[in-house]
């Protein structure tokens, strides 16, 4: 049996206008008092990142962040109350066989625990003026498993095919270590940097290689997926702008000086990136 304990602000106003309510600093600070006396009751020091949202660009320790990462229980405090305020980066933290921490749109948060957890961290209702304690049966959120996966690993032999395609052959690679706009990374590679970016990349980051592509900006890009670059792109990491459902402002894009564009199905070769020992846990769909 899961036990889905709600955390939520007291002032109605808290709900609405989230950290610009007058009453936000004071639920905050309740907030993140409640979260780390609950995971330390469960003995719980860490937790992990699944399901990682960039919406905005990243900035400060949000930029390091990845899928699989492990994360301290205080840092996992502080992503819950910006995730309750609307400011992203959004994602899942869970202990496995424990609980799992998601948000919800209206300033609360969802500790989904275990009939284990629940019996050492479940907490009564709070006299807090600025917090809310709640429980009700929950379920775990569970990913829903990718419509056409991705099943190549990149291995040694799938980097050796990208140092080959880069030795002849303008190659553009992506490393999508996020959903959201501001979840890639690109690189111009080329023989020399291969190697440097294959050990750059995280693991359970989906790699996509696109060689010789049409760069062209007069594609039919108001529908399709596109990602756009500056001109002449150097070797290494690329300043792009990605575009998921298409543009209806691509003459804007190409004079702001992105003016080489890539759509979403240029791509040769897709393949996922493992974990340290070897194992691929992470679940991407083929662009």
């Known amino acids: 049996?899961?036990?889905?304990?709600?955390l939520s602000p007291r002032d109605e106003t808290v709900e609405d206008g989230?950290?610009?309510a007058q009453g936000w600093p004071a639920y905050a600070q309740a907030l993140r008092g409640t979260l780390?006396?609950?995971?330390?009751?469960?003995?719980?020091?860490?937790?992990?990142?699944?399901?990682?949202?960039?919406?905005?660009?990243?900035?400060?320790?949000?930029?390091?962040?990845?899928?699989?990462?492990?994360?301290?229980?205080?840092?996992?405090?502080?992503?819950?109350?910006?995730?309750?305020?609307?400011d992203g980066?959004?994602?899942?933290?869970?202990?496995?066989?424990k609980l799992q921490i998601v948000s919800g749109w209206d300033g609360a948060i969802h500790l989904l625990l275990t009939a284990e957890a629940a019996a050492r961290m479940l907490l009564p209702s709070t006299d807090d003026e600025a917090l809310i304690i709640e429980t009700r049966p929950g379920v775990l959120d569970v990913d829903e498993p990718a419509v056409d996966p991705v099943e190549e690993v990149a291995d040694d032999a799938f980097w050796n095919s990208v140092a080959e395609a880069a030795a002849d052959r303008l190659?553009?690679?992506?490393?999508?270590?996020?959903?959201?706009?501001?979840?890639?990374?690109?690189?111009?590679?080329?023989?020399?940097?291969?190697?440097?970016i294959a050990s750059a990349v995280s693991p359970r980051s989906l790699i996509c290689v696109a060689v010789a592509?049409?760069?062209?900006?007069?594609?039919?890009?108001?529908?399709?997926?596109f990602?756009?670059?500056?001109?002449?792109?150097?070797?290494?990491?690329?300043?792009?702008?990605?575009?998921?459902?298409g543009s209806e402002d691509?003459?804007?894009?190409?004079?702001?000086?992105?003016?080489?564009?890539?759509?979403?199905?240029?791509?040769?070769?897709?393949?996922?990136?493992?974990?340290?020992?070897?194992?691929?846990?992470?679940?991407?769909?083929?662009?």
């Open 1 to 6: 049996m899961i036990t889905d304990m709600i």
């Open 171 to 196: 190659t553009l690679l992506c490393e999508r270590w996020a959903d959201g706009a501001h979840g890639s990374t690109w690189y111009r590679v080329t023989q020399d940097n291969v190697r440097l």
């Open 36 to 86: 780390r006396r609950s995971l330390d009751a469960g003995g719980i020091r860490e937790l992990e990142i699944s399901g990682l949202m960039v919406s905005t660009p990243p900035s400060g320790p949000d930029s390091t962040l990845r899928n699989g990462q492990q994360i301290t229980a205080a840092r996992a405090a502080e992503l819950a109350i910006g995730m309750a305020g609307g």
């Open 250 to 287: 691509v003459e804007g894009t190409v004079a702001s000086g992105f003016s080489l564009t890539l759509l979403e199905s240029a791509f040769t070769s897709c393949a996922v990136v493992p974990d340290p020992d070897g194992v691929v846990r992470a679940d991407w769909d083929r662009p």
């Open 227 to 245: 990602t756009a670059f500056a001109p002449s792109p150097q070797p290494g990491r690329l300043a792009h702008r990605f575009f998921a459902c």
């Open 213 to 225: 592509p049409d760069l062209r900006p007069d594609l039919d890009l108001t529908e399709h997926g």
């Open 89 to 97: 980066p959004y994602c899942m933290l869970s202990h496995p066989g």
């Open 18 to 20: 989230l950290t610009t």
